[in-house]
């Protein structure tokens, strides 16, 4: 079964009442290619994810970018996977590196939020990724490995899962991972699931792209092999990521 183009749109903390409707509304009139070619799913701030819920195209979905470890409580400040189905929130994303490296998120704790998650019946974006030390030192493998391991060792069906690999010294900063640097470590990370996972959720499991993202270089990193798609940042934001949507087509052409 081949594995369908994912494209999400990671609004992180920006946005008025006003502007997210403009991009909605831009979203609402785009042509883009059908369903069955690709999956879009934009992450507004939790203020805004029941607006954009109602009025966004029925053939794209919402997830919040963030929740809680376990069921809800005396947690000031956070919001638990159970508001988010209760919602009708179907996906969330988990383990971004701002939050990783601003809020000390560990690689168990995510692995944590992750099960948990599923367990509550989200679908989960769980994102790794190398910062530019770790690359230059020769550790990506390590580090991603390690950060999917932390996944693994808490989550046994992984049919809800998509794996957005963001190479911490690509997001905001205008470096890209070249297409073949993107390949090597999606390929890697596959390789990696094939070992110590199964070899069907190597195989089925999208593994999507972030970092730096935009209308000009999607289509050649999304056409390499083991590029599923994309996490999309800043670029969300903006008209050219109807262009990023589009560039599902390099796959179905493929």
Request: hydrophobic content about 45%; proline content about 4%.
């Amino acid at each position: 079964m081949a594995r369908k183009f994912f494209v999400g749109g990671n609004w992180k903390c920006n946005g008025t009442a006003e502007e997210v409707k403009k991009i909605v509304n831009t979203l609402n009139e785009a042509q883009v290619p059908s369903q069955d070619v690709v999956e879009v799913v934009v992450s507004p701030p939790y203020v805004f994810l029941p607006m954009v819920k109602s009025i966004l195209r029925p053939d794209f979905h919402v997830a919040a970018q963030n929740c809680w470890v376990k069921k809800g409580g005396a947690f000031t400040g956070e919001v638990s996977a159970e508001m988010l189905v209760n919602l009708d929130i179907p996906w969330v994303i988990l383990g971004h590196s701002e939050r990783r490296a601003l809020l000390n998120e560990s690689n168990e704790f995510v692995g944590d939020k992750v099960a948990y998650a599923l367990a509550q019946g989200l679908k989960v974006i769980a994102c790794v990724g190398e910062t530019l030390e770790q690359r230059e030192a020769g550790s990506t493998m390590d580090v991603v490995a390690a950060q999917t391991k932390a996944i693994a060792d808490r989550v046994s069906n992984w049919s809800n899962v998509v794996i957005a690999y963001e190479p911490v010294w690509a997001i905001g900063t205008g470096k890209v991972a070249s297409p073949a640097q993107a390949q090597e470590v999606h390929d890697e990370l596959r390789k990696w699931l094939a070992k110590n996972v199964s070899a069907d959720v190597a195989a089925t499991t999208r593994i999507i792209y972030g970092g730096s993202v935009n209308g000009g270089n999607c289509k050649e990193l999304g056409g390499q092999a083991d590029v599923d798609g994309f996490l999309v940042g800043g670029a969300s934001l903006k008209p050219e990521f109807i262009d990023i949507i589009k560039a599902a087509e390099v796959k179905k052409s493929a």
